[in-house]
């Protein structure tokens, strides 16, 4: 795939004129801090395999239930897919060896089934990547969410970023690719680079980070640019250090349409299981911490896993 | 592959209550905390793609001189080459998608190529990390460190650990494969097991660990276990967070046979490139922290980073 950078970057920065100029909206509309809430009745087509913020969104249609760590059991990915039912989360976020029971227990249900590919690294041959996205989907996948080439973005080969990319969007066979970029390991130009690059390679999705990465995880900023840089056409997934209310709803008020989190019990305890009251909520991200009900957004829940 | 856990089970127990009975004999012999260095002119047969502790061995011989992380770049993977090509270290670790370039770069000189499946966190599918190892063995792998399938190893379904390592013993088509088992997540009875099961699916070495686990890299006694639990038919390979000379002087007399660390040339400008008086170093590790003539012995270097 031949890529046109230098248009990317003029887009890039005539959409960064004008959002500077757009006030920030917490009633839907565009610009760089606003979530995309639909407005009532909208008849506006949405891309295929992106879940926007609707009307009447719960916080469990943004958590992507997840459960990466190595050691992770048969009987937690169990509990995984039970806890996924139960509160009708977006999805479950597993590894790819569990895919399959995944797709057994979830058999039935709407709750999507999310995989990783060349996960945490990246550095595996795309070859590789692409066999691992098309045996997942045949093992039952509905989304998988593949870190892209760190080590090429952070060495300018933006030609083995793309190629990478557009080799799992074509074995994923139409189903939802989230590219994973590590934000936290990248300059703000790459992650504006890789998020465009992602786009133009037919992905749904861009993704913050592993969880993995010793630079951190999801932050805000982050979601802004990536969410400024992928336009309306995808969506955004914030992951990696997202574990409480607060968190999660800066990130969405950010632009994120999707939070990859192993917290997503306790968010839905604490923000409850009905629709949520989303423009007041992003409005004041910080002000949710007071109101808590559960107490799940005190700092001891912030020093929990990430993952 | 059908497995005999009880049978290996009544074998550790019968090593172990050998080993009891064996003094330590720094220059050379069997038991639980000896190296296996072979005595001078010894005309006993190698097992194929084992490197022992030789005589007159560098320390160089043990590193496997490492680059693992996410954002590595090109040009550090190039200096990676050119680094482990001048210390004459044993081989170079790093991700696969890296394996074609180290191959051109490492042409003609002794350097081995040593790449990761399945890295960090062992959850691919079996058939993935074996079209994994294939891929890699095409470009010029010499060694493929794979990680285990740790979750299963958790869930006690030691039948999927055994058919995963299997694998890609087949798939490596008789290059060395050295299993990562990820002790510091494991329990001692853990260790043992996989150790025993790395051994029977026809590996070459067990690793201690991928160096991107949070519950820590390589210990001393998990080297032992590892050691004990393969006898003298495997190498062991110590890596994550040995990062100097004291650190790697206590895996070797542990039992390791190969090092994984960023820290090589540090190592070799303490040591030196000459052979190693290693009965002397070996008998008493911490004393080399005071003669270190480089410094980097001291905590300054041990904050550095493992991989």
Chains 1, 2 share one sequence.
Not at 61 to 69: A, G, R, S
Not at 169 to 194: H, N, Q, W, Y
Not at 230 to 242: E, P
Not at 264 to 279: D, I, S
Request: proline content about 4%; some cysteine; aromatic content about 4%.
């Amino acid at each position: 795939m031949t890529v046109d950078l230098n248009g990317l970057a003029r887009r890039v920065a005539e959409e960064l004129a004008r959002a500077d100029q757009m006030p920030y909206r917490p009633d839907g509309g565009g610009g760089l801090a606003t979530v995309p809430i639909a407005p009532k009745h909208s008849k506006a087509p949405v891309a295929a395999g992106v879940t926007y913020v609707r009307d009447q969104a719960r916080i469990a249609d943004f958590i992507d239930h997840t459960l990466l760590k190595a050691e992770a059991t048969r009987g937690e990915v169990e509990k995984l897919c039970a806890e996924a039912k139960d509160q009708r989360f977006a999805a479950v976020c597993v590894n790819p060896v569990w895919v399959t029971l995944c797709s057994d227990l979830l058999a039935g249900s709407q709750v999507k089934i999310a995989t990783v590919i060349g996960f945490p690294l990246g550095a595996s041959h795309s070859e590789i990547k692409a066999a691992e996205a098309a045996l997942a989907v045949r093992h039952g996948a509905d989304e998988v969410d593949m870190v892209a080439a760190i080590g090429h973005i952070k060495s300018g080969d933006w030609q083995h970023v793309a190629a990478d990319i557009g080799a799992v969007v074509k074995s994923a066979a139409g189903r939802v690719v989230k590219v994973i970029i590590e934000s936290a390991a990248l300059s703000p130009v790459e992650i504006i680079k890789a998020s465009a690059l992602a786009r133009e390679a037919g992905a749904q999705y861009v993704k913050t980070s592993t969880g993995f990465h010793a630079a951190g995880g999801a932050s805000a900023e982050a979601v802004a640019l990536m969410r400024l840089a992928v336009g309306d056409a995808l969506g955004v997934k914030a992951s990696g250090g997202v574990r409480d209310c607060e968190t999660a709803l800066k990130m969405i008020a950010s632009g994120a349409t999707r939070i990859g989190t192993s917290s997503g019990v306790a968010m839905a305890q604490c923000l409850g299981r009905g629709p949520l009251p989303l423009g007041e909520l992003l409005a004041g991200p910080d002000r949710h911490a007071g109101q808590c009900a559960t107490g799940v957004c005190s700092s001891a829940e912030k020093a929990g896993q990430s993952y």
